[in-house]
């Protein structure tokens, strides 16, 4: 069993940084992919990064540019940079893991707020 920690969430001000970790419980070099999500109330989790075991990154299309996604093996934790933050960047993030055979373990999430 995979536990999966998400930290850094917070109140900001438009334009502001931020920086989300996800630390593993295990070594995760291993893995086939971790990955970034979000959601808002009412609304169904989104995509917005992952990053291979390989180190290919993917993006969505809104965060592209603004978000970088990242890993340090020797820490088993991944992290996600913000940079230039948005009202619409607002949700709670959850961070996830698909291991060699399959099985995604999810985080419990972080709030981010961004507002004037």
């Known amino acids: 069993q995979v536990q999966l920690v998400e930290s850094g969430g917070g109140l900001l001000q438009p334009g502001g940084s931020l920086r989300l970790s996800c630390a593993a419980s295990?070594?995760?070099?291993?893995?086939?992919?971790m990955g970034w999500y979000r959601q808002t109330p009412g609304k169904q989790r989104e995509f917005v990064a992952h990053i291979t075991r390989s180190g290919s990154t993917n993006y969505a299309h809104s965060v592209k540019g603004r978000f970088t996604v990242s890993t340090d093996n020797g820490k088993n934790t991944m992290y996600l940079q913000m940079n230039s933050l948005k009202p619409e960047d607002t949700a709670v993030y959850y961070c996830?893991?698909?291991?060699?055979?399959?099985?995604?373990?999810w985080g419990q999430g972080t709030q981010v707020t961004v507002s004037s």
């Open positions: 996830n893991l698909e291991s060699m055979v399959g099985i995604v373990y």
């Open positions: 295990t070594k995760i070099f291993s893995f086939v992919r």
